[in-house]
């Protein structure tokens, strides 16, 4: 399966700094800065490790900075839609490209849609989508915020949960803990 991430080495100062199409970002690259975690590069690896063909986009790529089949990179770039059509898509734009990652994901026919952001975030994002004419059961689909809870800190450890809600959906689990699914209260019972 290919997993297509949209990402940004860089953070945005000021509310995304891009002027945009449906399918062409062009990135103010005077209003980003390097601050802030970045937990792309981590997810990356582990999905690459994982035998996922990765494609990652991120304006501000610099070289062996992704271990991913494809990188998109550079202040200008085009995406059409047969890029995230029925793949999954993680966004981790830092708040960069935001709002056009998650329009691309859901116009262009991605089969899931994750999206690394806080639900204070996840607010103004999704007015502006409902504003831009998304139905709001489009919106209900989205994985936001992104991952499984495991407690993570680290950007080591959120890019972990992002990667297991990725199989566990993928492989159509439910992400519960083995003790669960397995029965062992059941067997335990039973002795």
């Known amino acids: 399966m290919k997993v297509v991430v949209f990402a940004s080495s860089r953070e945005a100062e000021m509310e995304e700094p891009i002027f945009c199409d449906r399918d062409t970002v062009r990135v103010d690259a005077s209003k980003c ?23 990652v986009v991120d304006p501000f790529a610099e070289e ?16 059409p839609d047969d890029v995230v059509k029925d793949n999954y898509v993680i966004v981790a734009t830092r708040h960069v490209y935001d709002t056009w990652a998650i329009m691309k994901s859901i116009y262009g026919g991605a089969k899931e ?10 607010e103004v994002i999704l007015k502006r989508l409902i504003q831009a004419g998304i139905d709001k059961e489009k919106l209900k ?13 680290s950007e080591k450890e959120i890019a972990l949960s992002i990667v297991a809600e990725v199989l566990a959906v993928t492989r159509g689990s439910m992400g519960l803990p083995l003790r669960e699914v397995k029965g ?6 039973k002795l």
């Open 113 to 122: 849609i994750a999206v690394i952001m806080s639900l204070k975030r996840a």
């Open 184 to 189: 062992f209260e059941k067997l335990l019972e």
């Open 64 to 79: 062996s900075y992704y271990e991913a089949d494809e990188v998109i990179k550079g202040t200008t770039f085009q995406i």
């Open 141 to 153: 689909k989205l994985r936001i915020p992104a991952g499984l809870d495991i407690g993570a800190k």
């Open 33 to 55: 800065t390097g601050k802030g975690i970045n937990v792309a590069p981590f997810i990356a690896r582990y999905l690459k490790d994982l035998g996922f063909h990765v494609l």
